[in-house]
């Protein structure tokens, strides 16, 4: 009860402006994390839109159905998709053409503005992100159009943003961005699970009393 708790003061302890960067740091699924997520912010009047990455939202939702998880707040939820085939949820817009980033950020960015223009107290999930840059050549000017999106929206009172990641996809050459993605973010959280324990471990909040704070359920 007492992990459960600290859990809950953590998310109601996000506020808007932030981003919160939560890695998977083992080879488990995110759809337990993102069907949380989704019932949290709908429970507290957020708007949600999911940055669906190569189909990564189609995938989470099947996987959550396999696991007995009710599905249906999955298609409740407005969608930016950028690649992939399959449709989930109300999909407003769809970049299809993946392979060039400046010009997927910025028909990314003129369906977002308008879309947080539109829409306040929004709740920003994004899914897949590291599809996106295994699918594009990591050079100094993909990350810097990469990260630039990011750390545009850090303290815009319109949204709430959480980057689900998969650390895996940062090895090695990658790891450059990660480390970027991280000191951009005001939350980083690391999740890893053994056995059938599942550890959170809060490496960074702009709550100084959650910070370094460490988990286990």
């Not at 990658?174 to 550890?199: P, R, W």
Request: charge should be neutral; include cysteine; hydrophobic fraction near 45%.
């Amino acid at each position: 009860m007492v992990v459960q708790g600290m859990l809950q003061k953590l998310w109601d302890s996000l506020k808007m402006g932030e981003i919160v960067l939560i890695e998977r740091t083992d080879i488990k699924d995110q759809y337990l994390g993102v069907h949380h997520m989704i019932e949290w912010g709908m429970d507290r009047g957020y708007r949600i839109l999911i940055v669906d990455v190569m189909d990564s939202f189609h995938l989470i939702k099947a996987k959550a159905g396999l696991r007995g998880l009710k599905t249906g707040i999955f298609n409740d939820v407005d969608v930016i998709k950028i690649g992939g085939k399959v449709q989930v949820g109300n999909v407003i817009e769809w970049i299809e053409d993946i392979v060039e980033p400046v010009i997927v950020v910025g028909k990314f960015r003129e369906a977002y503005e308008k879309y947080l223009n539109e829409n306040k107290k929004t709740l920003v999930m994004v899914i897949g992100l590291e599809k996106l840059i295994l699918a594009s050549e990591i050079i100094p000017k993909n990350v810097h159009v990469m990260t630039w999106l990011v750390s545009r929206y850090v303290g815009d009172p319109r949204r709430l943003s959480v980057l689900f990641v998969k650390r895996y996809a940062f090895d090695k050459g990658n790891q450059e961005l990660l480390g970027l993605l991280e000191d951009i973010s005001t939350t980083v959280i690391k999740i890893s699970s053994k056995e059938k324990t599942t550890e959170f471990n809060i490496v960074k909040s702009i709550e100084p009393e959650l910070e370094g704070v460490c988990m286990r359920i």
